[in-house]
């Protein structure tokens, strides 16, 4: 069975601080590795796809990496606009469907 | 544009009512379409999937049902709601990517 496990499950950053927010996976035959942004009362919002070890993406403060293990968030300088529920997905080869962690509630105070 | 369409956006329904929540796509075809559930501090729970016209596969035992009666609709329904139906449904679909609509805040009294 896939397992996705994201931490930490809070962070709260002053503006500016960078930081990573790590998930951790397990699946037979990973297909891709989806990150989404989530505000309070939204569906998730995606962000990124990452499909193989060793690739990486970026998105304005955002970056995204990808190991055999797990992947990194990483947030550089962040503001308070960033202020979200961060989810991480994986899609696996053998099902028609992806899990998801349960996400880490970032908090950017001014 | 590729979009994902979810109503409505909240809702309060009695014990005992029916369900049914609609979940339409734009801009593509033939997508995998998917119905999730998630409870307040909690994460994405699956409840169906569907890979075309009338195929559904469910997660879990439950009060709900699916169906997708057309290419681009999928629809969640219950022919009597509990007070555990009650969270923060959402549609999925394999649209740009792994694309959400904006949810239906359903709350049972």
């Known amino acids: 069975e896939d397992q996705v496990t994201q931490s930490p499950e809070a962070l709260r950053l002053q503006e500016g601080e960078s930081s990573s927010l790590n998930c951790s996976y397990t699946v037979s035959g990973l297909r891709g590795l989806f990150w989404y942004r989530q505000d309070p009362g939204k569906g998730p919002e995606f962000l990124f796809t990452l499909y193989s070890a060793g690739e990486e993406k970026e998105k304005e403060r955002l970056k995204a990496t990808l190991t055999k293990k797990e992947s990194f968030l990483h947030i550089t300088a962040p503001k308070p606009e960033d202020s979200a529920t961060y989810l991480c997905?994986?899609?696996?080869?053998?099902?028609?469907?992806?899990?998801f962690g349960t996400g880490t509630k970032l908090q950017v105070i001014p | 544009s590729q979009t994902i369409h979810q109503w409505p956006a909240t809702l309060v329904q009695p014990v005992g009512s029916p369900l049914s929540l609609e979940c339409t796509v734009e801009?593509?075809?033939?997508?995998?379409l998917y119905w999730y559930r998630q409870a307040a501090g909690r994460g994405l729970q699956l409840l169906f999937y569907s890979v075309g016209i009338g195929q559904i596969s469910s997660e879990v035992p439950q009060n709900l049902s699916a169906s997708r009666p057309q290419d681009r609709q999928f629809i969640l329904s219950s022919k009597k709601l509990l007070l555990s139906d009650s969270g923060f449904y959402l549609c999925?679909?394999?649209?740009?990517?792994?694309?959400f609509g904006s949810g239906t805040r359903l709350t049972v009294v």
């Open positions: 999925a679909g394999t649209v740009n990517g792994y694309t």
């Open positions: 801009g593509t075809s033939n997508p995998n």
């Open positions: 997905a994986v899609h696996s080869g053998g099902y028609q469907k992806v899990t």
